[in-house]
């Protein structure tokens, strides 16, 4: 299960907002901010929804291991402006294999 912190941290990286968060989720966005503010501890279910989401979105939750939970994205910024260019290329698509 993520921590509040992660959760900020996958938003920054993801560059989500929480009400796009939100839209993805289902969750209410005063949820999320109180629990990215340690106000508040949803349940397992609702913090699930969270981290399935930000790891749609590309981020990778890295676990307790001796130096720190962590955050860092599945792909470097230039493979991710690559993955968009290449998904709005759009066209034919056809069989591209070389006789």
């Given at each position: ?26 969750v209410e966005e005063s ?33 307790e291991n001796g130096g ?32």
């Open positions: 299960m993520i921590t509040p912190a992660q959760c900020r941290a996958a938003r920054a990286l993801a560059e989500l907002t929480r009400a796009a968060l939100c839209r993805m989720t289902g949820a999320i901010e109180r629990f990215e503010r340690k106000i508040d501890e949803p349940d397992e279910q609702t913090v699930a929804k969270l981290q399935n989401a930000l790891e749609e979105a590309g981020v990778v939750f890295i676990p720190g939970a962590g955050v860092r994205l599945k792909f470097n910024s230039s493979v991710t402006r690559r993955l968009g260019i290449l998904e709005g290329e759009g066209g034919i698509v056809r069989n591209d294999d070389v006789p």
